[in-house]
């Protein structure tokens, strides 16, 4: 059976994604900062799936945390085949002029350096074990930089150059390095840019019909399926109604 690191499974894509890979027979080491959904999902998936699970609690911005969480894996949990990176947010949407420097520091630290700090941690078994796949969750805006996301886009666009990197770096080893980078999700993630302002963040999906989670657990379903010679590199999905960052075309009532 093999083994899949899934960070950030306590909302949105990565609970998604950690009950479809369960699915599919992989045995999970989960992770986040929020202890108790993290234990409920881990009951949930235990009863639910003929898996085994392994919930990690810590702050991915913390390198110390991340290095004592990935030792304290028991041996059965040692050896990953598949690192979902995921973990990550946007803080704030104002001009940057206007931003507040601690919002940049946790984008950067959660989805530039907490990824960094994943994967420097997990590549080295899949260098020994010679095989193992790494997705990374990016964006739209890691493609387009768009009005108020100065950061969050610099944040992904980093993690698209680390992707593309990895991929390079890790071929001899026979590591394949995939990104997905969705449009509009409706997940927690705009709730969290909004420091908790909820009738802002549901403005954000008003008028289409956003992707939600699923759909980012089936195009990662899709990629980890694919035969062995095969390596999907790069997937971006979007909402329907969402042909890029500038142009959704939205229903007016
Ligand atoms: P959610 O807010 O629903 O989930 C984010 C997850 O990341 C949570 O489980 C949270 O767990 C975890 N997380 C955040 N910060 C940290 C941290 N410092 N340490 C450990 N875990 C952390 O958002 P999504 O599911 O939508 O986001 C998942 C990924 O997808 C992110 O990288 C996001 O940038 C990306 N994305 C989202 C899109 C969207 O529109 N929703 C579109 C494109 C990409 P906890 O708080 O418990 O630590
Ligand atoms: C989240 C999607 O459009 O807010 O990464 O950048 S978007």
């Known amino acids: 059976m093999k083994t899949a690191l899934i960070t950030g499974v306590t909302s949105g894509f990565g609970h998604a994604i950690a009950l479809r890979l369960a699915g599919l027979g992989y045995n999970l080491v989960i992770t986040g900062r929020r202890i108790d959904r993290l234990n409920e999902l881990t009951k ?7 898996v085994e699970v392994f919930p990690l609690c810590f ?4 390198n110390e945390a991340c290095t004592k969480a990935i030792q304290s894996l028991p041996e ?9 990176n995921n973990a990550g947010l946007a803080a704030g949407a104002s001009p940057f002029q206007e931003s507040d420097l601690t919002d940049f520091d946790q984008m950067i630290d959660t989805n530039v350096k907490g990824l960094l700090y ?17 997705i990374n969750i990016s ?3 890691g493609i387009e930089v768009y009005p108020n996301g100065s950061v969050y886009c610099a944040s992904k666009h980093a993690v698209n150059a680390i992707t593309k990197g990895l991929r390079i770096d890790l071929i001899q080893h026979g590591i394949k390095v995939s990104s997905v980078s969705p449009g509009l999700a409706e997940t927690e993630f705009s709730i969290v840019r909004y420091h908790g302002n909820e009738e ?5 999906y008003a008028g289409l019909i956003p992707l939600n989670a699923e759909d980012i657990a089936d195009t990662v379903e899709f990629i980890v399926t694919r035969p062995a010679h095969v390596s999907i590199n790069d997937i971006q999905i979007n909402p329907a109604q969402q042909a890029n960052t500038y142009i959704s075309h939205r229903n007016s009532n």
């Open 44 to 50: 949930q998936l235990k009863l639910d799936f003929p």
């Open 59 to 62: 702050d991915v911005r913390d």
């Open 76 to 84: 059965s949990f040692q050896k990953i085949d598949l690192l979902v």
């Open 118 to 134: 994943m994967t420097k941690l997990i590549v080295p078994g899949m260098i020994e074990q010679k095989s193992g796949h790494i």
């Open 139 to 141: 964006s739209i805006a």
């Open 200 to 204: 802002k963040a549901k403005a954000v």
